[in-house]
Structures are given as structure tokens and as C-alpha cells.
């Protein structure tokens, strides 16, 4: 398994852009598809943003769809989240999460294992 370790989290207004990122341990980072996921106060996790083990395909939740972007550089076993026209309704905490297959899935028990979370919080 890989250890991640997410950052980047903080207020932001509505409208505005906020970067987070996560630092994955271990040699073996490029096998692993990776995934954003979020749990906002009081709701499940869901996911947010997919990305393969070797970056060719990404997935969004139809909430997110263009205005965020998922990235990754296996190089520096980093996965990134360039949120845009961040809204109040994407206020939760984000969980940067690796599972150990080449393509990403939506589902929460599909991944083994996660990160600590960063909170994010927009401002209306």
C-alpha cells in the first residue's frame, strides 16, 4: 500500500481557485490509479475526480465537471486538484485515495488506501 498524505486545503472565496495536492509514498506510485474524494458536513464521502496509473484518463462527478482538473506526475509520486469557480457547495473535507489497478472506479470500498484529508471551505 501507499501512504498519502494530502495539502493544500484552506478558505477560499466563491468564484476563486484553490490547489490541493498529495504525496504518495513508495516506489510502486506509477501502478496505482488515484482519486479526489469529499465528505461535506453531515453527507457521505463521494467522489470527485478520477486519473489512471499512467494520467491518460480522468473521470469528474458531473458536479465538478469543468471546473476542476485532476492531474498527476509520477515522477514526483504527486496526484493534484486544481479547483476553479469554486462554489459554497464544495465546502468538505477532500480525500486524496490509491487503488492498486490501472483504471480509477467511483466507489469508496474500492480503494484501500487514503489520506488524513485537507478541509476546504468556500465562502459565498
Known amino acids: 500500500q501507499v501512504q498519502l498524505v494530502e495539502s493544500g486545503g484552506g478558505l477560499v472565496q466563491a468564484g476563486g481557485s484553490l490547489r490541493l495536492s498529495c504525496a504518495a509514498s513508495?516506489?510502486?506510485?506509477?501502478?496505482?490509479?488515484m482519486a479526489w474524494f469529499r465528505q461535506g458536513p453531515g453527507k457521505n464521502r463521494e467522489f470527485v475526480a478520477g486519473?489512471?496509473?499512467?494520467?491518460?484518463?480522468?473521470g469528474y462527478a458531473d458536479a465538478v465537471k469543468g471546473r476542476f482538473a485532476i492531474s498527476r506526475d509520477n515522477a514526483k509520486n504527486t496526484v493534484s486538484l486544481q479547483m476553479n469557480s469554486a462554489k459554497p457547495e464544495d465546502t468538505a473535507v477532500y480525500f486524496c485515495?490509491?487503488?492498486?489497478?490501472?483504471?480509477?472506479?467511483?466507489?469508496?470500498?474500492?480503494?484501500?488506501?487514503w489520506g488524513q484529508g485537507t478541509q476546504v471551505t468556500v465562502s459565498s
Open positions: 485515495a490509491a487503488r492498486s489497478t490501472t483504471y480509477f472506479l467511483r466507489l469508496v470500498s474500492e480503494y484501500t488506501s
Open positions: 486519473i489512471s496509473s499512467n494520467g491518460r484518463s480522468t
Open positions: 513508495g516506489r510502486t506510485f506509477s501502478t496505482y490509479s
